[in-house]
């Protein structure tokens, strides 16, 4: 048998006439010694997604915004949208936008893409219509 997703075999244990008497197991592929650097600069990094998020939903609630953003993507007039998005106070992190007639979908950045680094993404899937 073989598990494509761990790209190990899974060895079946050996049966005999007066049962099962050893199983065999995949071999450990040797991992290199933990460290959580990374991991530990992915999530302050995603810290700040979710701080900048905040303050796109708060905006979000604003009913006179959501509806000038609203009418502004059904016409089409994507470079308006971006700048609604971007004069949000405090708002600075790289968006992508995109939206249908049913809703719109926000590709958050972490901030260190500018530099070169791409540690996180959060994305922000909103209905906005049937």
Not at 29 to 40: G, K, N, Q, W
Not at 65 to 71: A, G, N, Q, R
Not at 104 to 127: H, R, W, Y
Request: hydrophobic share 30%; charged share 15%; aromatic share 10%.
């Amino acid at each position: 048998m073989y598990y494509a997703w761990y790209n190990l075999p899974v060895y079946q244990p050996i049966h005999h006439s007066r049962g099962i008497y050893r199983s065999q197991h995949a071999p450990m592929r040797p991992y290199p010694p933990v460290d959580p650097t990374i991991l530990s600069q992915s999530v302050k990094e995603f810290q700040t997604l979710m701080q900048q998020s905040e303050l796109l939903l708060n905006k979000l609630s604003d009913t006179e915004y959501s509806t000038k953003l609203m009418e502004t993507a059904q016409q089409g007039n994507q470079s308006e949208v971006d700048h609604l998005i971007q004069s949000i106070d405090g708002f600075y992190v790289p968006v992508q936008i995109s939206y249908t007639p049913s809703g719109i979908i926000f590709d958050m950045e972490s901030p260190a893409v500018s530099q070169g680094a791409n540690c996180c993404t959060l994305k922000i899937t909103l209905k906005w219509g049937k």
